[in-house]
């Protein structure tokens, strides 16, 4: 049995580290960024890419409405895919035009004639663009893709990596939201705030009878997640310190110390274990120190 609090990540931790070392080590020997299939990238810079929300060189078509591929045709060294959208579809198009997707020589188209297609179903080969492909397949479409794009990276040097790990990371990298109208909350338009704290905003403004804000979910790379949390220290502790402390310094910023990376900072007892304070044991260390 555990307690509330306890850290039992250890006991269900796995390396990724050591690995990506492997990974490393491979895309040095092979002199340079590995690749597969001549311009997509693979190896570690392609977990970075991922991770980083990068854009690929050539990145893949992806499609941006439900429908049926009607045509593809060849103009010059291109190709085109057309799509006739289905318009009882959920998001589907105001007009009911057929969509044409430009195709880059060097993909390779991977529907034919006749098939159905989804939005954000990738139609070529390739690495797809994130925030595009966050955009028109939504939440759980981009972080399936997210894991098994790595999963795929770390299983050629045949190492098998739970899941549970990857989704961590991807959970980060989708946990801010971009506000679009403020209402009666303290956020201006186009302010980056973590969700839970727009959540919990929210919820009192709903409590309280006011307007409640209104926002857009984003992802973002790891360290534009890192650098846009709300606490300086955990922010400072990562990147750009200098930048991060002076930016911290002129706002008038305040840091509740609620997370380990902070606690660490100032050498107070992480709110995890016998430091978190809905923990028995912490309560129990409390009653024998006081009967000492």
Excluded at 66 to 89: F, Q, S, Y
Excluded at 136 to 153: L, M
Excluded at 189 to 215: H, Q, R, S, T
């Amino acid at each position: 049995m555990v307690d509330v609090g306890e850290a039992v990540g250890t006991v269900a931790a796995q390396a990724i580290g050591e690995p990506g070392t492997q990974l490393t080590m491979n895309t040095k020997h092979a002199g340079g960024a590995a690749s597969v299939g001549g311009d997509v990238t693979s190896g570690l810079p392609r977990v970075e890419e991922v991770f980083e929300k990068r854009q690929p060189k050539i990145p893949a078509v992806v499609s941006k409405a439900e429908g049926l591929v009607v045509d593809i045709r060849t103009e010059g060294r291109e190709k085109v895919i057309v799509v006739a959208p289905d318009m009882n579809a959920k998001g589907a198009p105001k007009k009911k035009d057929n969509i044409e997707y430009e195709v880059h020589y060097r993909r390779v188209v991977t529907v034919s004639k006749g098939d159905t297609v989804i939005s954000g179903q990738l139609l070529t080969d390739g690495s797809a663009l994130l925030p595009e492909l966050f955009k028109f397949g939504g939440q759980e479409v981009t972080q399936d893709y997210i894991i098994s794009e790595v999963n795929k990276i770390y299983e050629l040097q045949g190492v098998t990596i739970a899941r549970k790990h990857i989704e961590l990371i991807v959970k980060q990298m989708m946990s801010r939201v971009k506000i679009t109208a403020s209402g009666d909350s303290p956020f201006t338009v186009g302010d980056v705030v973590e969700e839970w704290i727009f959540v919990e905003a929210n919820n009192k403004l709903k409590e309280e009878g006011k307007e409640v804000a209104k926002a857009d979910k984003l992802i973002l790379g790891i360290t534009e997640t890192s650098l846009s949390r709300k606490s300086f220290l955990s922010a400072a502790s990562f990147q750009n310190t200098t930048r991060v402390l002076i930016n911290a310094a002129v706002k008038g910023s305040h840091d509740n110390l609620a997370g380990l990376m902070e606690n660490v900072i100032i050498g107070k007892l992480i709110p995890a274990g016998s430091g978190f304070k809905g923990s028995k044991k912490y309560d129990m260390i409390e009653t024998i120190e006081k009967h000492r």
